[in-house]
């Protein structure tokens, strides 16, 4: 079992950054791929990013490449996703989200996962 907790989330100007964290509790946090999804109202939810357990593969939605970095901690069983460049199309609700096993960053990138977070608010204005 693992429990996820986001926040980071916040009101930013377009232009601005914002950094997201997400603390899982377990000893297994390693052995999980992560990943981060948003919501925006009267929308689906969407892939955002997503890392592999070791760090070492990473996979981005097209509209977030270049702006986000997704990055995890082990040691800290957090995962973080620091969002630059904002624009007003980012805002919505992000939520993190863990995959068994720690490579299934391509099973995150399809919207499965096995634990999802409560999610963060994040507004960006113009």
């Known amino acids: 079992q693992v429990q996820l907790v986001d926040s980071g989330g916040g009101l930013v100007q377009a232009g601005g950054s914002l950094r997201l964290s997400c603390a899982a509790s377990g000893r297994t946090f390693s052995s999980y791929a992560m990943g981060w999804f948003r919501q925006a109202p009267g929308k689906e939810r969407e892939f955002v990013a997503a890392?592999?357990?070791?760090?070492?593969?990473?996979v981005y939605a097209d509209s977030v490449k270049g702006r986000f970095t997704i990055a995890r901690d082990n040691a800290k069983n957090t995962v973080y996703l620091q969002m630059n460049s904002l624009k007003p199309e980012d805002a919505a609700v992000y939520y993190c989200?863990?995959?068994?096993?720690?490579?299934?960053?391509?099973?995150?990138?399809?919207?499965?996962?096995?634990?999802w977070g409560q999610g963060t608010q994040v507004t960006v204005s113009s």
């Open positions: 890392i592999s357990w070791t760090g070492g593969s990473t």
């Open positions: 989200a863990a995959k068994y096993p720690g490579r299934s960053v391509g099973s995150l990138g399809r919207g499965e996962a096995d634990y």
